[in-house]
């Protein structure tokens, strides 16, 4: 087996000689119907459909408030158990993406979105017919397994149809989707318990992933390319090692070192975040096919955390979306012990954060695409991904100060009004933030977008789960102006460890990235 083609691939540039190759990147490797130069209309289906999809992580996770004192009355169960359900729903939500993510780096996109919508579907109808909480808080387990995978699989297939300047735009209106859903969650909850009971919510849900998995099975045109993931190459290079060495054995083998092994310089890092290295040629990927028995979620995860640079921005969106579940949880309680309102009126009022938040994420993921344009233009036409966090710092003062407000205007039980004014602001600020951070998490992580964003959501739901566990505790001992002003000092954190990024993840990723390329040349 001899390879006919080379692992560089190139194309001509108009600003070189007619005879001077120039090198393409695993972003831009050649691929048969390029997902990139799909008309905007094929593009904007496919956002419609993963941004629909996306809702369902926003409104499963928050549907369920206004029904919890009906769930507990007509199940005989506690409020400890009740909390639990919520609880192990976001941990599973957060930590399952890593399993999906390996399977779409295999298998492709559409399938982990219909297997998954298969099961969090399953998991709605056992939960609406059920007569126990045990049920309850283990399909709700398998609801977060199934919705876990449409914001990360999300993530990645915009990284498959779009350039990375472009990407904090759309990025922004993605995520918009699932940020509407907890508040929207929180009215469609209330309604259908007031009008119907506790189980139309699910019967809801069920509704609500039929249609998403049909909008995926006749819509959906799989954007995933093998020859683009470096975790599929990654694979691949270790099956064409394998077989190598069983030809060998059977003294059969016609494959060469050089032509098996990356070229030196395939593997240099380059600054510009739209210039990667392409490594596997097209004729290995097409004689060799990969199942699902070669899914290992593990290495691409450490391969992730074990830079630095990510694992610092990991904590601070980690931090980001623990605040965000902290202030919707405890904001709730407050309007409900201190002002009486009832599942409704708690829901318009949430509204105003979920209208802070969609509005932060779609004009802050505008204003990264901005800063990168911007700077990569003062750079000389190169860009790296720390540019787009420049665009966190104009949220980095307010935001802080927005939490402390929004904890004293509570402890003060003042009007309403305020309290929603704050809502809004907190929203706004941190999604402002959490959108860029987002966007350079898939920019610095080239052929394995999906991956990245995977164990994104395990910090995520790892913090989030903490944050739920220990919210009403610390609310009950130090109030809401206490508990808020800890969170206010945390977002000072957040905003250094991003600040930290921008000036040392360069240095830090290029530095990760020769260590990588060292240890693959000594295998």
Request: aromatic share 10%; glycine share 8%.
């Amino acid at each position: 087996m001899i390879f006919q083609e080379t692992s560089t691939q190139t194309h001509m540039s108009g600003s070189k000689s007619s005879n001077e190759p120039v090198k393409l990147d695993i972003e831009h490797a050649v691929v048969e119907d390029d997902p990139r130069i799909w008309s905007n209309a094929k593009k904007n289906v496919v956002v419609f459909i993963v941004s629909g999809a996306s809702m369902i992580a926003g409104l499963c996770a928050n549907i369920q408030n206004p029904a919890n004192a009906q769930i507990e009355q007509q199940l005989h169960t506690s409020s400890g158990d009740i909390s639990l359900s919520l609880s192990l729903y976001i941990l599973a939500q957060g930590i399952f993406p890593m399993i999906w993510s390996a399977i779409s780096e295999i298998k492709g996109r559409k399938t982990v979105y219909l297997f998954s919508l298969v099961l969090f579907t399953l998991g709605s109808v056992i939960v609406a017919v059920s007569r126990t909480i045990g049920v309850v808080i283990s399909m709700r387990i398998l609801q977060g397994i199934g919705g876990s995978a449409v914001l990360t699989i999300g993530a990645a297939t915009l990284a498959d149809i779009y350039e990375p300047h472009q990407r904090g735009k759309m990025m922004g209106i993605f995520y918009a989707a699932p940020l509407l859903g907890p508040s929207l969650g929180s009215i469609i909850g209330g309604t259908l318990t007031q009008g119907l009971s506790w189980r139309a919510i699910f019967w809801f849900l069920v509704i609500w992933g039929g249609v998403i998995f049909l909008a995926f099975l006749f819509l959906f045109k799989d954007t995933f390319r093998k020859e683009r993931s470096t975790t599929y190459q990654d694979v691949l290079k270790r099956r064409l090692r394998e077989q190598q060495s069983s030809e060998a054995k059977d003294d059969s083998s016609n494959i060469s070192e050089k032509e098996l092994q990356v070229n030196a310089e395939d593997h240099t890092s380059s600054n510009d975040i739209e210039a990667q290295p392409a490594v596997i040629p097209a004729s290995a990927i097409r004689e060799i096919q990969l199942s699902i028995v070669d899914v290992n979620p593990f290495p691409p995860y450490l391969s992730v955390i074990s830079r630095k640079n990510n694992i610092a921005i990991l904590i601070a969106s980690g931090l980001i979306h623990a605040f965000c579940f902290s202030i919707m949880y405890t904001c709730a309680r407050t309007l409900s012990v201190h002002y009486n309102y009832d599942a409704l009126k708690i829901s318009l009022v949430l509204l105003a954060y979920g209208i802070g938040s969609i509005s932060g994420s779609m004009l802050g993921g505008r204003w990264s695409d901005r800063a990168l344009v911007r700077l990569k233009a003062a750079n000389g036409g190169i860009s790296f991904p720390e540019m787009r966090l420049e665009s966190t710092k104009v949220a980095m003062v307010w935001l802080p100060l927005s939490v402390i407000g929004y904890g004293w205007v509570c402890q003060g039980r003042v009007n309403v009004a305020a309290m929603c004014v704050m809502l809004f602001l907190v929203g706004f600020l941190s999604i402002w933030i959490y959108a860029s951070t987002l966007a350079y998490i898939v920019d610095a992580n080239t052929g394995r977008s999906s991956t990245a964003v995977a164990t994104n959501s395990s910090f995520r739901g790892s913090f989030a789960f903490v944050a739920t566990e220990i919210a009403v505790p610390l609310q009950d001992s130090i109030g809401d102006g206490g508990l808020y002003t800890l969170w206010a000092g945390l977002m000072i954190i957040t905003n250094c460890i991003i600040l930290l990024v921008l000036y040392k993840g360069r240095k830090w990723r290029e530095a990760s990235a020769e260590w990588e390329k060292q240890k693959l040349d000594s295998q």
